[in-house]
């Protein structure tokens, strides 16, 4: 077990930098996850760590040593990669034990690692099977029980489920989690799939282009993005953008606006570009409104289409006023266009009217020019109607 602390690493090649003056501090036994787009420098930042890349600039530790120019052998550190290198001339046994053997140690304890190894990844029982008789998912475990046998005190796993079918993917996150669990090992883990980052990880590092934009618990990167590329990254469906301005008595967007007590944005000012972001699962039918505690008013909008999920319903609504140039527009581009995300039994068909409003508790406000987050839930107008503006409600 040991902490990792990066110091301002970055990673040039020629033209392209693809680590830019990262710094984070993982904790001994915390599971943490670089998440981010393909080429965002997640696996650069990780072959930083584990010695298979050299810094351009910046500093690497693990536990208390400046590993920067040490080999990869002798950090302590154990990597699993998405494509797994079994020796498929060599049992399980021999797969899980060969780095051992390589390092002289005796039959008995070389015996003793395997087993314990292989109780637990679960694979007891299948030693003396060769590779190729076994599942992807089992394969994956062998290239997991070798990293484990090493004892290493930080596992290092790019991608180790990549090649997995969606299922086995799915129950490998378990067996990750429970793995950490047992191990308590200190393991950064590599992955493009927010779905993967959110649920195994005790912090998420999202990066993009090279830079590190938030490292937090992931319900923390969820209900607090630090800015918009966060915010559109983590969840699926990925948050409403909607691009406004501040006024007077909120925000205005070209269909609607939503009123809100500025006070909660100090640092903005009237006529600044502001961007508004909602969760799919935070615009609600309007008859809902009196189940949310403080939400907007109504807002007009036209059902598009609706797709079915089976425990959800996502319904891509189209506002009112931009019905027509929306539907030309690339969809997922469209400023005109919110996700809804309703109940299967809600009564709702597809190109009717319906009145809609977000929950202002959930709306996030984004500077437009730089990116990044100004408040997380706002509140209404206080003390006065909607409408009235601060001067009148205060004489
Ligand atoms: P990720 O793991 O997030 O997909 P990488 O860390 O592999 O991203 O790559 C980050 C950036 O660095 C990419 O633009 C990639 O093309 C570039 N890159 C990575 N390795 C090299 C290399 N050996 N030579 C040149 N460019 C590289």
Redesign the pocket.
Known sequence: MARVRLENVT?R??D?I??DDISLDIEDGEFVT?V????????????AVAGL?QPTDGRVFIGDDDVTTLAPKDRGVAMVFQNIALFPHMDVFDNISFGLRLRKYDDEEISRRVEQAADIVQLEGMLDRMPDEMSGGQRQRVAIARAIVRNPDVFLM?EPLANLDAKLRVHMRTELQRLHRELETTIIY?T?DQAEAMTMSDRIAV?NE?ELQQIAPPLTCYNEPANLFVAGFIGSPSMNFVDGELVEEGIRTDNFTVEFDHGIVPEAAIGDAVTLGVRPEDVHLSEYAESLASPTAPIDARTDVLEPMGDEVFVYLLLAEEETRSMEQDPASSPHQLLMSVTPDTEIGENQPVDVVLDRSKIHLFDTATGDALAHGITGPSGREPGTTATEADS
């Open positions: 990673k090649y020629e392209v693809a680590v670089f981010g787009p393909s080429g965002c420098g997640k696996s650069t930042t990780m072959e890349t790019d590599v493009h990066l090279g």
